[in-house]
């Protein structure tokens, strides 16, 4: 049975930093480029950075440019968000997506 299990995401302070986790199951997680989106109440799910298989290339959306970063862990078939510097606008549920399934999503709120 195939999961993406995301987990870290909560309540933090304008400027303050998350760091979200997605632990995968039930398939080669190491074959599989992994994104993270996220969707803001109201708009359109986004992508907000990739990537690759064995983790030599990652891609960021223009907006978190410079303050996330992605990595993975494929001994532990887990992949990383490191979000910095973080922004109200950063407020969304954050998905992981690898293989063309998904997880349940968590929760990031940026709020004074």
């Known amino acids: 049975q195939v999961q993406l299990v995301e987990s870290g995401g909560g309540l933090v302070q304008p400027g303050g930093s998350l760091r979200l986790a997605c632990a995968a199951s039930?398939?080669?997680?190491?074959?599989?480029?992994m994104t993270w989106y996220r969707q803001a109440p109201g708009k359109e799910r986004e992508p907000v950075a990739s990537?690759?298989?064995?983790?030599?290339?990652?891609s960021y959306a223009d907006s978190v440019k410079g303050r996330f970063t992605i990595s993975r862990d494929n001994t532990k078939n887990t992949a990383y968000l490191q979000m910095n510097s973080l922004k109200p606008e950063d407020t969304a549920v954050y998905y992981c997506?690898?293989?063309?399934?998904w997880g349940q999503g968590t929760q990031v709120t940026v709020s004074s």
């Open positions: 990537i690759r298989s064995a983790g030599t290339s990652t």
């Open positions: 039930g398939f080669t997680f190491s074959s599989y480029a």
């Open positions: 997506e690898s293989h063309d399934y």
